[in-house]
């Protein structure tokens, strides 16, 4: 299993400007990523980071948006960049460890006002 | 690309009985599913999976059943309990990414 440590566990912002979300595991992994959970929806895939390389971007998220970095194995972040309120969202990390069973952290909930 | 969504937003249970929760999935690339149950204010928890050889797995409470055939997959819970009130997710997955399907709500009624 991995244990996986998200912050910060919520803020509200102001439209225009920047939030930088970090995602700490416990162990290494291989494989994260980040997630998005709009308001009583499910979850949609962002991006999955890459560690010493780009992230790869799934249909519809760009890097000026949201920027990934992953340093190395156990850590990553996600900026969420010139926000407006339909950014306003749950963002999830997650990783997986080889099997099939992916962790998630516990999100970040971001408000834009 | 990968697409998995559910029938019923929404479904309510009786404390004992059994819930089924179902899933259909459009693309049949997927090499897994995976069943996720998520609490107010948690990120998902993994339940069980299967793999897309197979068409049954059982857990402790929990079968999921898979029917390639028809594209469907689903969730039984045996004697369902307040702690199963949640929103449980139906995903597919491959050697890297995880997609999600759109979520079911299960209530479970005294």
């Known amino acids: 299993s991995a244990v996986i440590s998200q912050k910060p566990s919520r803020d509200i912002c102001q439209r225009g400007t920047s939030l930088t979300i970090q995602c700490q595991v416990d162990s290494q992994v291989t494989m994260m990523f980040w997630y998005r959970q709009q308001p009583g929806q499910s979850l949609t895939l962002i991006a999955t980071a890459n560690q010493g390389s780009e992230a790869t971007y799934e249909s519809g998220f760009v890097i000026d948006k949201f920027p990934i970095s992953r340093p190395n194995l156990t850590f990553s972040t996600l900026t969420v960049s010139n926000m407006s309120p339909e950014d306003s969202s749950i963002y999830l990390c997650s990783v997986r460890t080889g099997n099939t069973e992916a962790f998630f952290g516990q999100g970040t909930r971001l408000t834009v006002v | 690309g990968e697409s998995v969504g559910l029938h019923l937003p929404t479904l309510s249970v009786q404390e004992g009985d059994n819930s089924i929760i179902n899933c259909a999935y459009s693309?049949?690339?997927?090499?897994?599913f995976i069943w996720y149950k998520q609490e107010s204010g948690k990120g998902p928890q993994f339940i069980i999976d299967i793999r897309s050889n197979m068409d049954k797995r059982q857990g402790q409470r929990v079968t999921v059943l898979l029917n390639k055939t028809v594209k469907h997959l689903s969730l039984q819970i045996a004697a369902t309990q307040p702690g199963d009130s949640a929103v449980y997710f139906c995903?597919?997955?491959?050697?890297?990414?995880?997609?999600f399907g759109k979520g079911t709500r299960l209530h479970i009624l005294p």
């Open positions: 693309n049949s690339a997927s090499d897994y």
């Open positions: 995903a597919g997955g491959g050697d890297d990414k995880i997609i």
